[in-house]
């Protein structure tokens, strides 16, 4: 594994603090450690800072079983802050500065866990697995045995790991200086795998505001992985909507993307990018190379440009000019997948199921009254009441190329018992000035 710019080595402390319970929820061992890296060198004189609180409770989806969430909050000495629970791993919070030094959330989410087990949540900031994206068809050959995976997208592929997927877990934690590793085992069988399997991720922020996640995993038996972590991001602010969305800047270090069909299916083959709306290699505005696209919007994975022998390479740039705000992303990983929230609720059309043996399919007719079956067509509820729609944040999952296991030209994502599947990704923030 590699990871660039490494902390200048500290001396680690800890203090005894006390959680505050949430919404009155039942709190035992109200005493926990919060933890602090001090930094030898001479112009750093803060530490980063983790604290744990609570996020209240979530039941197990097997078992039932009531289980605390907590809540961990790093802090630098710029101020930049980041929250991440233990439900679904799930990066909840980014606060960061802009150029007149005011800070925003810049991640879509939810205040609480009944809002992240909401039908219509769309994997908010949440740790992906076994598989992230689409594995076609459900199923896939290893060693010569097929593998029937559940169908959870259309009834006709996998998508993120299935109906219950690492993101539906409350994951194990252990706190050491600034970094929170999370930790979920995944039982033989699980969601159709072959194999046992022991994940984690381990999250740090640093001293230059760059925010690392490090995941890692073994296997029992000869089994496809491919871990991506899902925040949506918007740099003006989690509740400023397509129009911010649109002003941003963006640029992408691929020279390819993966062919997919309609049901983003990879068919196999690599575009190059050049003369497309996919050529993001020179800073492009959002929203005009949005609406050049097909179905105006990016939902694609751009296959990294890198040396065979690279291992973090830069991934992408996005700039907000308004207020400034940047942020890049570095990864170990062949392909990122740019998603612009495209499937998020549309403000500008009504939806009505088709039958109620067809809900999964929706009939759109623009502006014309409709009797509501359900709240397909209302905004998602996140954060302080932000409404969330269609392009209001923009996605850099990070991952091997979709599908990879059914794809023998594609880097290989099979983990094999004795190795060890390692994924590294950092978002950089910065703010460039006027």
């Known amino acids: 594994m590699s990871e660039t710019s490494k902390a200048t080595a500290g001396t680690s402390s800890s203090v005894s603090v006390t959680i505050q319970p949430m919404d009155g929820a039942e709190q035992r061992g109200s005493t926990i450690e919060a933890y602090q890296m001090a930094s030898t060198t001479a112009n750093d004189s803060a530490p980063v800072t983790v604290t744990v609180d609570s996020f209240g409770t979530v039941a197990h989806p097997k078992t039932g079983t009531t289980e605390p969430v907590k809540r961990f909050t790093w802090r630098n000495r710029a101020g930049v802050t980041v929250q991440a629970i233990t439900y679904g ?42 598989i992230a994206n689409r594995v076609g068809g459900g199923r896939f050959t290893l060693n010569g045995q097929e593998y029937r995976v559940t169908r959870n997208f259309e009834n006709r592929h ?90 941003h800047v963006v640029s992408v270090n691929a020279d390819k993307i993966t062919e997919t ?29 949005m609406a050049k696209t097909p179905s105006e919007g990016y939902d694609e994975n751009f296959c990294i440009t890198k040396g065979t022998e690279q291992g973090l390479t830069f991934v992408s740039r996005t700039v907000h000019p308004h207020s400034g705000r940047v942020m890049e992303v570095y990864s170990d990983q062949p392909g990122v997948q740019l998603y612009t929230s495209n499937f998020m609720p549309d403000p500008n059309k009504n939806i009505r199921p088709r039958s109620e043996n067809a809900a999964d399919y929706y009939e759109v007719t623009r502006l014309e009254p409709v009797v509501r079956d359900g709240e397909a067509d209302l905004p998602i509820r996140g954060k302080a009441g932000a409404k969330y729609f269609k392009h209001g944040a923009f996605c850099f999952e990070t991952q091997n190329y979709p599908d990879a296991i059914n794809h023998a030209n594609f880097p290989s994502s099979v983990l094999n018992p004795g190795e060890q599947y390692v994924h590294e990704v950092h978002y950089k923030f910065d703010v460039v000035r006027d």
């Open 89 to 130: 791993a799930i990066i909840t919070s980014i606060q960061v500065p802009d150029r007149k030094g005011r800070f925003d959330d810049v991640v879509l989410g939810f205040d609480d866990i009944p809002g992240y087990q909401t039908p219509n949540n769309p994997y908010f900031g949440a740790t992906i697995g076994r």
């Open 158 to 247: 996998q998508l993120h790991g299935g109906a219950i997927g690492f993101d539906k877990y409350n994951w194990e934690s252990h706190v050491e200086g600034p970094v929170v590793t999370l930790t979920h085992t995944s039982p033989d069988g699980d969601e159709g795998y072959p194999g046992a399997v022991i994940v984690s991720v381990r999250y740090e922020l640093k001293e230059d505001n760059r925010f690392v996640a490090v995941f890692r995993a073994v296997s029992t038996k000869p089994t496809p992985i491919n871990l991506t972590n899902h925040s949506y991001f918007n740099l003006a602010g989690h509740g400023t909507g397509h129009e911010e969305i649109y002003r």
């Open 261 to 289: 069909d309609a049901d983003s299916i990879p068919s196999g083959k690599l575009l190059p990018v050049g003369g497309t709306p996919y050529d993001l290699r020179i800073p492009r505005e959002l929203g005009p190379a």
